[in-house]
């Protein structure tokens, strides 16, 4: 095989060479939030290629953004190894929505959805009772909903992004689980889906990457906070990933379609590609493994 892996058309399936498959992208936009469902080409959340083995047999998990992308890998990823799935998503997402829902139920796990918008306080509390008593309780707690605009110039980031970004990625984080430890015990993981921008953060990405190192800290901090009570809490740092937070307003056209081409791999991940990550520390096997973040950035650096 030659050095340069040729661009074929992007199909799901086992992955065995990393470098492959390389999709074309054609230019794309949406408006925010986007949908996963109208992109081109799909990305793969593992509705045909994630296989489990009953690793979160019997759990229940609410997952912020598990409507598409990565939150929608971790959501059918989780059901695929037993567990049943409520997530949370804008009401403009329903779409993609519907098609998570369907992928549980087809794996024969109850599925929860809760359209709403986390930047309110209020919604956050109701949302989190509401999926609590429909699992009838809560052992994993997926933060993963996140808002990234980019913006080239400081002097044009106005203060509603800015505390659009900050209330999506930080307040909703701490509103949403401190409305929900009080329903969980020991044995429960928290998960907080941060970024390779915490630490190198893009000239163009300024409130997002400062939000994102927050969410490292989240984990750091309430991990020390929570070991006592048998509660494990980690943060993911995803690299480049094909998901509509890309192509509704996260990177501008041109670097959208070039998404993940300069990380070694030469490709952005497909959202499957890091849901073993997040079923490795929601389930039991990680039981000595908290206060930490991982990586998936395609050989880049975090
Ligand atoms: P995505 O657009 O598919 O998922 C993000 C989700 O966040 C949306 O589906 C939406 O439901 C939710 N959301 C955003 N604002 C919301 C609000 N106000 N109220 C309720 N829900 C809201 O994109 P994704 O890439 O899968 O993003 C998931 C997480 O991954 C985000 O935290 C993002 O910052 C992080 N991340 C993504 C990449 C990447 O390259 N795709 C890289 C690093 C980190
Ligand atoms: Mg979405």
Redesign the pocket.
């Known amino acids: 095989m030659s050095d340069t892996p040729a661009r074929t058309p992007f199909r799901s399936g086992a992955i065995t060479d990393p470098r492959l498959p390389v999709p074309d992208f054609p230019a794309q936009e949406q408006p925010f939030?986007?949908l996963?469902r109208e992109m081109d080409p799909l990305p793969d959340h593992g509705e045909t290629s994630y296989r489990g083995s009953g690793r979160l047999k019997g759990k229940r998990a609410l997952i912020?953004?598990g409507?598409?992308?990565?939150?929608?890998a971790a959501a059918i990823a989780f059901a695929r190894e037993g567990a049943d799935v409520a997530i949370?998503?804008?009401p403009d997402?329903q779409p993609?929505a519907d098609r998570v829902v369907a992928a549980i139920h087809a794996d024969g796990r109850r599925a929860v959805a809760i359209p709403?918008?986390?930047?309110d306080e209020v919604f956050c509390k109701e949302m989190v009772e509401s999926a609590v008593s429909q699992l009838g309780g809560l052992d994993i707690l997926v933060n993963?909903?996140?808002?990234?605009q980019f913006c080239n110039r400081l002097e044009d980031l106005t203060t509603e992004d800015f505390d659009a970004t900050m209330k999506?990625?930080i307040y909703?984080p701490f509103w949403v689980t401190r409305a929900a430890l009080p329903h969980m015990e020991a044995g429960g993981s928290i998960i907080i889906?941060?970024?390779?921008?915490a630490f190198s953060g893009s000239a163009h990405l300024f409130d997002y990457a400062q939000s994102?190192a927050a969410n490292v800290a989240f984990a750091q901090s309430l991990a020390k906070q929570l070991a006592p009570r048998g509660i494990r809490v980690n943060a993911v740092?995803?690299?480049?990933?094909w998901?509509?937070?890309?192509i509704?307003g996260g990177q501008p056209t041109d670097k959208a379609q070039e998404?993940g081409a300069s990380q070694p791999l030469g490709r952005?991940g497909q959202?499957v590609e890091i849901a073993p990550i997040y079923v490795l520390l929601a389930s039991d096997e990680a039981s000595y493994i908290t206060g930490e973040y991982f990586g998936s950035v395609g050989g880049g650096e975090l």
């Open positions: 939030p986007g996963a912020t953004g409507d598409s992308g990565i939150g929608a949370t998503y804008l997402e993609d709403g918008d986390l930047r993963n909903a996140g808002r990234q999506t990625n909703a889906t941060s970024s390779v921008q994102k740092c995803p690299g480049p990933y998901t509509a937070l890309q509704s998404h952005p959202p």
